[in-house]
Nanobody
Framework: QVQLVESGGGLVQAGGSLRLSCAASRRDFSAYAMGWFRQAPGKEREFVAAISRDSANMRYADSVKGRFTISRDNAKNTVYLQMNSLKPEDTAVYYC???????????????????WGQGTQLTVSS
C-alpha cells in the first residue's frame, strides 16, 4: 500500500503561480511512476502530468503544456507540480497518483494508477 498526501492547494489570482506537493508513505518511492490528475466540478477527472521513476520522461496534457512542470525528489518521497500562468479553467481538485513500474523510463498517462491521494483544491480567480 502507498499512501499519498497532497498539499499546496489554495486560492490564487489568474496569472499567478502555485506548487503542489504529494508525499508518499513508502521508502521505495523511486519504484513508482507518478502522475497528477484534476477534476473540475461537473467534469470527469483528467490527466495533467506524469513523470517516470527516474525523472527522465515527463508528459503533459496539452492544456497545461508550457505552464506546468512536474518533478520529483526520490530522496524525499515527493512529487511536485509547479503551476505557472494559472487560468480560471485550472480550477479543480488535483490528485496525485502512483503506479509501481518495472521500467525506470515509463510514464503513465491514463488512469490505470494503483494508488491515489485525497486531492487538494486549487481555485483560480479571474
Amino acid at each position: 500500500q502507498v499512501q499519498l498526501v497532497e498539499s499546496g492547494g489554495g486560492l490564487v489570482q489568474a496569472g499567478g503561480s502555485l506548487r503542489l506537493s504529494c508525499a508518499a508513505s513508502r521508502r521505495d518511492f523511486s519504484a513508482y511512476a507518478m502522475g497528477w490528475f484534476r477534476q473540475a466540478p461537473g467534469k470527469e477527472r483528467e490527466f495533467v502530468a506524469a513523470i517516470s521513476r527516474d525523472s527522465a520522461n515527463m508528459r503533459y496534457a496539452d492544456s497545461v503544456k508550457g505552464r506546468f512542470t512536474i518533478s520529483r525528489d526520490n530522496a524525499k518521497n515527493t512529487v511536485y507540480l509547479q503551476m505557472n500562468s494559472l487560468k480560471p479553467e485550472d480550477t479543480a481538485v488535483y490528485y496525485c497518483a502512483a503506479k509501481p513500474m518495472t521500467g525506470t523510463w515509463s510514464v503513465v498517462t491514463g488512469d490505470e494508477y494503483d494508488y491515489w491521494g485525497q486531492g487538494t483544491q486549487l481555485t483560480v480567480s479571474s
